[in-house]
């Protein structure tokens, strides 16, 4: 069974910046589509940032690339997602997730999110 553990969340100031990490077990995550979500408090879940195993393709929501950054470090097996100028409205727990249909675009599997296993989220709290 995969499993995936997701840390990094904390609580930060506004304009601040923050690394989450994504750290899988069984499952390289070279392999595969690799994606960032996050749930605020009384919202639904929704895509951050998901990358491609094909050809390292990205998506970001909205206007998230500006701030934000994923990457993986195949030696580590990690996933990370960098976020800088954090806002309040960044608040939220972050889950990370892998895809095994690594034939699907993830400009289309990740705002959809269409990922198979998922994390436990971790807390990002930006004060204002």
């Known amino acids: 069974e995969v499993q995936l553990q997701a840390s990094g969340g904390g609580l930060v100031q506004t304009g601040g910046s923050l690394r989450l990490s994504c750290a899988a077990s069984?499952?390289?995550?070279?392999?595969?589509?690799i994606g960032w979500f996050r749930q605020a408090p009384g919202k639904e879940r929704e895509a951050v940032s998901c990358?491609?195993?094909?050809?390292?393709?990205?998506y970001y929501a909205g206007s998230l690339y500006s701030r934000f950054t994923i990457s993986i470090d195949n030696a580590k097996n990690t996933a990370y997602l960098q976020m800088n100028s954090l806002k309040p409205e960044d608040t939220a727990v972050y889950y990370c997730?892998?895809?095994?249909?690594?034939?699907?675009?993830?400009?289309?599997?990740?705002?959809?999110?269409?990922?198979?296993?998922w994390g436990q989220g971790t807390l990002v709290t930006v004060s204002s």
């Open positions: 997730a892998l895809s095994t249909a690594t034939s699907y675009d993830v400009r289309w599997s990740c705002p959809n999110q269409k990922f198979d296993y």
């Open positions: 069984r499952f390289a995550f070279g392999n595969y589509n």
């Open positions: 990358i491609s195993k094909s050809d390292h393709s990205t």
